[in-house]
């Protein structure tokens, strides 16, 4: 008696499992504080998810496409503000010896690199809110200062007129 309470326990179990694996993918929708989640339940391995891989793909290539412009015009403005800026070398006894002052190496004169980063920092901020619609944290804007304050002195330094 025992037994075949076993064997009919595991085959309800088997059947349990089959249906699990077996079953319809489900998207279930909830909104938190105006903002679209979407959790997905897994379903059958074979069926194809081709319409929320495309979603996703959409969503991903407007925010990348947005900061890859964003991106290329702060580095085309920083190298024009760059080639404007010059700085005087010495070159004695076969050295070269950095005469001007620091900050016109790093900042530019009237401080042109920091006002483009401070800028393009603020603008950035308010296209990641209002634009994508996504929340600003504090991750996002400590990553973005730093990245924008190491890329463009980096690139001020690089493309800022020498004269020896």
Sequence with gaps: MS????KIHSNLNEEK???KSNSVQKISKSKIKGQK???VKTGIKNQSNSGLVFKLRKNFTRKNVTYFVLFLVDIALVIYSARKNIVNYVVVSDQSIFV??????LFGR????LIITSFFY??????????????????????LFFSLIILNCLL???FTKRIY
Excluded: A, P
């Excluded at 001007?100 to 190496?105: D, F």
């Excluded at 009237?110 to 690199?113: C, F, G, S, T």
């Design 100 to 105: 001007s002052k620091t900050r016109y190496l």
């Design 110 to 113: 009237n401080y042109i690199n």
């Design 156 to 158: 001020f330094v690089i």
């Design 3 to 6: 037994n075949l309470r076993r």
């Design 37 to 39: 989640i979407q959790s």
């Design 17 to 19: 499992t089959k249906k």
């Design 122 to 143: 603020l603008y950035i901020c308010l296209i990641h809110r209002f634009f994508l619609h996504e929340k600003n944290t504090r991750k996002f804007f400590v990553c």
